[in-house]
């Protein structure tokens, strides 16, 4: 079945360095991916999505130059936490999806904590 | 505009009794809905998904949900809970366009799924 692989699964940083969390599609092309963050004991809220070799498009709130999101082929898309700040501490978790076999395939996530 | 309102924020049942996990949407179009499960700090699993076919979906582990239109409801449920069964519990909905790409998914608060030995 699809498989996404998303590393690191966690990481811990100091304030003020930036943070690249990968996220590839194994055994798939992603047309879109989706990049998704949760608060602890909260939901996952969409941050953004992004098609292969366009700009992302970020949902309100959320700061583009903050979360530097790059789709640079249809298997990997990754996210740059930059500048990262105790309150940038959460689950990330990417999402992959792809029209030939319709459906959201999730990575297992990435805790961060900024310290 | 979508959105998804899960009732419960917290079910709790005995092991070996049935489990029902509540969800409504609101959609524009014709929506496709999901269950995910997420263990704790885990990613999350599908557990079924309904996109216009058949109203009654079954899942895995013996889950599955009703889509009824009429209700704009996804309920959840499982005839009879596992110790395992113990995990959070999303309904999901993606409004895209028949034919068209992949829109993000908006999630529920999610529903804190406690068995009882």
């Known amino acids: 079945g699809a498989v996404v692989s998303q590393h690191p699964s966690w990481v811990i940083c100091k304030s003020g360095t930036s943070v690249k969390i990968e996220c590839r599609s194994l055994?798939?092309?992603?047309?879109?991916m989706f990049w998704y963050r949760q608060f602890p004991k909260q939901s996952l809220m969409l941050m953004a999505t992004?098609?292969?070799?366009?700009?992302?498009?970020?949902e309100q709130g959320v700061e583009k130059d903050k979360f530097l999101i790059n789709h640079a082929s249809l298997t990997l898309s990754t996210l740059t936490v930059t500048s990262a700040h105790p309150e940038d501490s959460s689950f990330y978790i990417c999402?992959?999806?792809?029209?030939?076999?319709?459906?959201?395939?999730f990575g297992s996530g990435t805790r961060l904590t900024v310290v | 505009a979508q959105s998804v309102t899960q009732l419960d924020s917290h079910v709790s049942v005995s092991e070996g009794t049935p489990v029902l996990l509540r969800c409504n949407y609101s959609?524009?179009?014709?929506?496709?809905l999901f269950w995910y499960v997420q263990h704790p700090n885990k990613g999350l699993q599908l557990l079924l998904k309904?996109?216009?076919?058949?109203?009654l979906v079954k899942g895995i582990n013996g889950f599955e949900a009703e889509f009824k239109k009429s209700e704009t409801s996804f309920h959840l449920t499982k005839p009879s809970a596992h110790m395992s069964d113990a995990a959070e519990y999303f309904c999901?909905?993606?409004?895209?366009?028949?034919?068209?790409?992949?829109?993000?998914?908006?999630f529920g608060k999610g529903t804190h799924l406690i068995i009882q030995p």
């Open positions: 999901v909905v993606s409004d895209h366009v028949s034919g068209g790409g992949a829109d993000g998914l908006t």
């Open positions: 959609s524009s179009y014709s929506p496709s």
């Open positions: 992004s098609n292969e070799g366009s700009k992302a498009t970020y």
């Open positions: 999402s992959a999806w792809a029209a030939t076999n319709y459906g959201y395939t």
């Open positions: 309904y996109t216009s076919a058949a109203t």
């Open positions: 055994d798939f092309q992603a047309t879109t």
